[in-house]
């Protein structure tokens, strides 16, 4: 038998085992049981995989890489991974995202204060923001469109101290931080009408001022916790403002919310306000100009003696909004059309009130007083809506007559609308001379904003004068 020598064993070797890897289509390295899903199964618990190592210009000098090529870029101490036509960061948590950038500090803005000129931080439109840890600037930033969020409200923080946090006139989105600025104010944005701003599932700290935001088209903002800040925020000539489940503990100080200028629509529900000592809740001092306001489900508490500073015209004794808000929260008064109500008397100052003749209903003379007025109007007998839209009232009167002397009279007693008799709701008094008596009127009246009611007397007998000592008129 002739020696193989060592050359040829080899090369038989080789061409064996390729023939064993192709028929199973498995290598094992470590082990001699690889798995069977498996192509190549590398098994060790003392050493691991180690990659090709490569500088980042040495990674861009691979010609024509193939989809899926991996390594290890040394410059960026992370993995690469060619996909189409560009080599994709491994350490990117959301390397499916475009737009997408990770800050850890204000080095990682740098681009953005040069975009800003220097003086602020401009971030780029539809970009993600993703804030990583505590960040503290020393620019403000502007959001310009941009998407700036955290995934940790309580550990993702942003905090610019003495100065303001966020400027300029863009929208933008701000979601699951924490924001502060000691000494000074978070907000301070007047953008245009087009301009959309949504801040969500904040917490607010620890700030001079959480500041003014102004003239967007659309803010709208959900769960967001306001402590240790020494004043609030002010909001003015926004189209629509929508507030939700927004918190204010006891330990904020000054005005909470103030709504001053021109609004479509405002609506603040849920949520609360806990306000002590002077502090202030809600300021609409300034009388805004709102076409539509909702205030519900929002809960006052606190030992203020004002949770709202109210409208200076357009509200009504003891209520704090105009007619056109709808006000249903704890602590202060429901308000709404449904509540309105209006009451007025006539006692101690008789007034005879005369008829042009027989069957001839006149007006009930007298000056009346009125009381509990809210979205009513009240002159001498006469009660006003002035509510925002139309309804149905319960109308309930009661009176006293005096008919001492003249001879057996008959009476009749209507309410009117806008001077229009309501024959349905009348009553009859048949009087023998020198008598004193009693009528009661009661019924459902349908008002229009600005219709108004009173009472009348009709004499059926002989058009003699009727004496009122006592009158009282009750709409709800």
Known sequence: MKKMNLTTFAVTLSLFLLVKVGAVAQVGIGTTNPESSSILDISSSTKGLLMPRMTTAERGAITTPVNGLIVYDTDQSSFYYYDSSAWVNTSNASITRNNHKIIKSESDLASELTAGGGSKILLSSNTLYEINGTVSLSYPIELNNAYLVGKDTYDDILVRIGGVLFTGTTGGTIKGVTLSAPGGTIFSLTAASTENLIVRDLIISNSGSVGTISGFGLVFKSV?????????????NITDLLLS?????????????????????????????KANGAVVALDVSSNPNVAIGALTGTSFSGTSANYVNKYTVGSFSGYNFSKEWTI????????????????????????????????????????????????????????????????????ICTSTVDHTSGGNRIFSYYIYKNGVQLSAISAERRFPNNDIGNFTLIGSVFMNVDDYVEVWAENQTNGVSTLLTKLSVVMK
């Not at 967001?224 to 003015?236: E, F, L, P």
């Not at 489940?245 to 306000?273: H, L, M, R």
Request: aromatic content about 14%.
């Open 224 to 236: 967001i916790q306001y402590s240790g800040n020494s004043t609030g925020i002010v909001y003015s």
């Open 245 to 273: 489940n927004i918190g204010w503990f006891a330990n904020n100080s000054g005005v909470y919310e103030t709504f001053t200028g021109t609004f479509n629509f405002i609506e603040k529900q849920g949520g609360f306000s």
């Open 328 to 395: 249903n929260c704890p602590g202060i008064p429901k308000e709404s059309d449904a509540e309105a109500t209006g009451y007025y008397n006539m006692s101690g100052n008789t007034t005879t009130t005369s008829f042009a003749a027989v069957n001839t209903p006149a007006k009930i003379a007298g000056t009346t007083t009125a009381a509990n007025l809210f979205r009513m109007e009240a002159s001498n007998n006469r009660l006003t809506y002035k509510g925002s839209k139309p309804r149905h009232f319960e109308i």
